[in-house]
């Protein structure tokens, strides 16, 4: 393996981007950060350090994970979505507390998991990024 291929391009992966195409989410599109941009490190740690000793001894709780998780993708990682529309097909324009309902309860999780996916994929496109740059 080369060592190039081990090289991730961080402004790519700290820098919001469009993302459509998403599966099973017909006409939505996601601004969203790469998973494992600074700012969602730094707030995983301190909320996983927040946890009660007692209760991470044997590893978190599959809630308060998803807890965790969904709070950092509200905080770090979605800044913006496109063509999310209410139930009459009127637009439903970005707001930090529409987006934190979205993550957090378990009725959006399919939400939730594009907000994962998109993230994923800006977070390879970095990846491929620098390999694309440097002709590998």
């Known amino acids: 393996m080369k060592l190039s291929a081990l090289k991730t391009d961080s402004a790519k992966l700290e820098q919001g981007q469009w ?14 950060r790469g998973l494992g941009n600074t700012e969602y490190r730094r707030l995983m740690d301190k909320k996983v350090e927040a946890v009660p000793r007692q209760k991470k001894v044997r590893g978190l709780e599959p809630d308060t994970r998803d807890r965790i998780v969904s ?60 390999t694309d740059a440097e002709g590998n």
């Open 19 to 32: 993302v459509r195409d998403i599966p099973d989410m017909d006409g939505l599109e996601l601004k969203v």
């Open 71 to 130: 709070e950092c993708l509200h905080e770090a990682v979605l800044e913006d979505w496109r063509g999310l529309t209410g139930d009459e097909g009127e637009a439903v324009p970005y707001s930090a507390g529409l987006a934190l309902q979205l993550l957090t309860e378990p009725d959006f999780a399919r939400f939730r998991s594009a907000v994962l996916w998109a993230a994923s994929v800006v977070a390879d496109e970095a990846d491929l990024s620098v």
